[in-house]
């Protein structure tokens, strides 16, 4: 059994002093240190730092505990996001017609592998719903037209907001969230994207690796930002491919990536282990 | 002490009975295969083919192969290329500043890892020079400025000319060779880019994959052709990098990775493993 | 829609014309090549083949087919195996309590990313039953006790003869098969081992890989035989792991590797393109 | 220009308050923490930290650096190591008579890609003196005979002395050293290994690869101990083999890892960021 942990992210310029202020205040109120990560930025100068610590034995309570530290965030100026580890996430998950994602979040939820509380399937399809259901998680259809695509967004984002979801997930959504969807939730829409970004971005990415003639086809898992395939990205990874494979091929390889890749950004993300700096994350993997 | 082989490489439009056609003239002419490998691209349905035979038992000369094999080349019109590996080819290593590369190439050629002979190295400077001196190589100092650039390229086509330099490997030349370079050798240059084409095209890809923050970053190496960086592509990897990596970080990871994807196309390619099909290869690895 | 393919092996001493024989052969029967995949041990001058063809334009019958053929066999003293792509092989996964395996080969069956048919899942514990049967694959539960080991493995081989099952694919089933067991189906059992074999063969490889602190862990699938985590290897795969990484994260991260190394073994065995050469594989993928 | 540093690397017992404690202590003495890892093994709860800081503002003298911190070292039963990277460690380069490492090491040396100087080679063969001495490394050659094995290993330990040599590379060095010299520099030799340990210990690991079948070869560099291949791992890779590779093509596939695995080694350890854990290594790469 994990013990319960506070997870403690900053931001703020480069100072002498920081680690030292920061962990000095947890060993004070007995926060006992579990991990701590920390980056400076070398053209910017600017500091990154997570910390997780043991929660039982806090000398505070939760809910004053950046109060507590206020002088310290003063005094760096801090930006500050603090999570707890008992206060799982509630998650939403995406998905369209194609099942590989969306089964393989369900399952790794199910079993506990992913921290958090897979809340909801929602899908512009019905192929999701067995399994969902299955699973014993809602599913919510909500078919998608040009025409009625503002009016189902609107739905979403109350049914997300109804529900309590914390992370949204596109799990091969096939639909562009529109720009208010993306701005209700910044930083907390990860999507997958079945090619190495920034190559092949746009439609199709498979079509274009194989007409490109590729020796490698790869996934991406980035958070979802109003431009689109241009998010800060989380997570990576590719795998060989021939001349051997036709598109179809691509396509089968590249499913165990997206899995795998869409499910540690996933992870990553609902582990706090992920800062937005800019238009690009710090991973502390 | 590997057998003289012959190297036959085929093109033609797919039909029933050309691998039969092909190793049965084989067999009556006492060519024993050592390795066929064959391939049909399912949208254009062309076929692809190499077959490696022992030389040493041929019953026809090697000058009159084809010619015996006429009535095949024509019945299924092929386009056919023969070569015999105990004709090694005479390659030229282009280089700038940077040494990784053709220091890679010196050592694997010396040591015979590579076939083929390292014939010269060119450079627009001469921090390569004792490198290749002491490899017992002949260096050619050939420095390019925007005017001179003409006049050294005509030097330069003269050189491999006389040399008869069969094969080009640009090792991270930074000069932009002009289509008349290109021209006169198709499919026999050979580039190293540093990035994960079709990511990060042009100028200083590690600089832009640290813009971009990737969690990737690639080589790949290709044949050179009119358009920059769009060349075939023969060999790619990529590596695994993080938000600690700063751009010397990814220049200094990228080293490794430009070195083994250079020497692998370089070996294919003289191993004569590659076809050109259209502005893709068939990688017969 | 891909077209039935025959699928021929073959595996004889090698000598001069066993291609243009086989391949001549097909033609002259209206066997469309599609691919032809062939292996020359240096050591033991073993030749092994596979050729795939269109069936659909057989001048032959297919049971007469290898009759056809066999002045050919007789004549290199072939070893044949012909299957053909439209008699798929029934399937049967053996499992124990963790799902991950099973899952994943359960979603990949239905989605016909696997061919053939997954027959039925048996287990020696109940927790794979309702995935099995939500996706519409029978459940049979066969608990092992010492003592009731003989006869459950007896009720096993009936049941697997009875539903005609091909192959059968351990997805971390944590019995050891008896000899028996194995005998029966030779070169038909395949299974996926947590770790990079050699390395950690035996009971609780990810422990001994912690306590070893390697910096990578694996997996292997691997056809069964008589000597434990010794059966010819048709699949590996590693990933990079750190000191951060305690043997629950090895177990987790593993999970992901074992699944893709066992489902590649599966479609390769499946596809034909397997062939046992003594202790080891030839995996014409 | 990189800054000079002090690495201050930590080993104690897990205590609330060591973090603060150490990062305070560089607070107060103005050396500005550049990076910041610690680990804490949930086994032995024993903490091991690495921090760096920049030494240019220190308000403390180096040699009365660890007397200054003395009251925090007490405290928490620390054992430290204090290395400035102003004071470059001296390398020997140990090999035989295959040069694909040395070579390696000399060019990265040469370019300053590995931090240190590369003080002399040493061989028991004279195959790498050239290339020694054109990089104007002092090349020692002391051949070994089961005879003169311990006075010539009693002639290295001296020189290795007299030169004020900090850390020994075995780079494909083919003789097994003595207790006596391993002994003489704990934790400061390091070897690379052609597999992938465990897998493959012992004498001509490529043949024993090709004889298994695996599908993956790897590379090991370790820190020598008195159990010849047993000592704490620092970095493996592995890269992809098939049935068509003889072991030659192991052997040359091999020599790209060793390589890379090796470098990375020596250059994790030359920068302070490898902690020796009982018979493991905690790597703060």
Chains 1, 2, 3, 4 share one sequence.
Not at 49 to 63: G, I, Q, T
Request: glycine share 6%; hydrophobic share 40%; charged share 25%.
């Amino acid at each position: 059994m994990r013990p319960t942990t506070g997870r403690l992210l900053i931001s703020c310029p480069d100072a002498t002093g920081v680690v030292a202020a920061v962990t000095g205040f947890l060993a004070e109120h007995r926060g006992n240190l579990l991990e701590a990560d920390q980056h400076t930025d070398h053209g910017t100068r600017a500091f990154s730092m997570r910390v997780e610590f043991e929660a039982s034995e806090l000398s505070v309570r939760r809910d004053g505990f950046l109060e507590a530290m206020a002088s310290i965030v003063d005094r760096f100026r801090m930006r500050t996001k603090l999570e707890w580890s008992d206060t799982p996430r509630r998650v939403a998950v995406l998905c369209s017609k194609q099942t590989h994602c969306v089964s393989d979040l369900l399952w790794r939820f199910a079993e506990a592998e992913l921290p958090g509380e897979l809340a909801m399937v929602v899908s512009n399809h019905t192929v999701a719903r067995s399994a969902a259901e299955h699973a014993g998680v809602p599913f919510h259809h909500l078919p998608v037209t040009p025409e009625t695509k503002p009016e189902q967004e609107r739905a979403m984002l109350e049914l997300l907001e109804r529900e309590g979801i914390h992370t949204v997930v596109l799990a091969r959504y096939m639909q562009v969230l529109s720009p208010g969807v993306v701005d209700a939730m910044p930083g907390r829409i990860i999507n997958i994207h079945h090619s190495f970004l920034p190559a092949f971005a746009g439609a199709k990415p498979y079509h274009q690796a194989f007409d490109r003639g590729v020796k490698l086809i790869g996934a991406t898992s980035h958070y979802v930002t109003a431009e689109l395939d241009e998010g800060p990205i989380i997570a990576q990874q590719t795998r060989t491919v021939s001349h051997r494979d036709g598109v179809e091929d691509l396509v089968r390889k590249g499913r165990d990536l997206e899995r795998v890749v869409l499910a540690d950004a996933v992870r990553l993300h609902l582990e706090d282990k992920v800062l937005l700096a800019g238009h690009k994350t710090i991973v502390f993997g």
